[in-house]
């Protein structure tokens, strides 16, 4: 498999948002189709080195190109004129730059052939994108944040209630930085499936609060005020993915774990049944006793990777 470092755009004070471009050589002269990718973090941490490298391996090896896209990071942006419109100009940027840059490595794109995908933050990002005129062939949602009037949304997180209270100082050290396009955090390591001899690495690793923007991160995920501190308006409707729910949305499948506590199934459950009332084809797999980032450092022959194969399969199907 081969990959390539791209810019796709230019945020803050002249610094590059990148994607990371894989692909294999095989068939090189048919044209591919793109898989866009975005990674979780709540909007506030993470890179575009976060997604888990199996799925990616099975696109690849599935013909696809795979865009791993890294997006400008709140709270020194609000959601919608961040991570969102980077979001929507990395995929403009896919279907116009993208192919001509990729055939002067004697690869072929179909640029008519576009999925997209997220995990948790990204897979809103991915949704987002359904809404454009041009949308994606198909849209695969893993533990996404939507539906932001759920008063889930806006209560204090159960699974955060033993964090500490941190000193409102060290948070707002956050504030110093500039924007900021990715940052380096363990779960980097943890997508890469690497096993030691005795214990794997899977699933999401204890956030480091000795970094005061996972400080701030998680202290607002413990209080209920994430979400109201990177929208920064309170037009949640603008930001919602589900409110470009239509007839025309793309096929979209929802992969979720029964027991995530961080954003809970039901999200995920109510999103389908609103694109079932649209008659948009949909599809879920509630993985058993899984938490949220389950699918991290997961390989084929774990059985909790069947059902990220069925997301995967979706987007195969569709192009």
Known sequence: MFQKD???????????AEVTVYWSQNNPAKARPIALAFHGGGFVIG?????SSQPISDLVDAGFVFVSADYSLCPQVSLYNGPEQD???AYRWCKQELPS??????VAVDKTKVVALGYSAGATLALCLGGETDPPAAILDFYGAKLFHNSFWSSPLPALAKLPTLDDTFLNQIFDEPVLTSTATSLESTARPVVDEDKPKKGLPPPDLSK???AWLFSAFKDGTHLSKIVQDDDFDRVDPVNSFSRVFP????VHGLADSLIIPDISKEALRRLMEHGVETGIALVPEA???F???LRPEDSQYEYVKQGIEFLKRHV
């Open 6 to 16: 791209y810019a796709f755009k230019t945020v803050g004070e002249g610094q590059s």
């Open 47 to 51: 890179s575009r080195f976060m997604i």
């Open 87 to 89: 979001a929507k100009d």
């Open 101 to 106: 840059l990729l055939a002067k490595e004697g």
């Open 212 to 214: 005061p923007r996972n």
């Open 251 to 254: 096929p979209t499948f929802f």
């Open 291 to 293: 938490s949220h980032g």
């Open 295 to 297: 699918d991290l450092g």
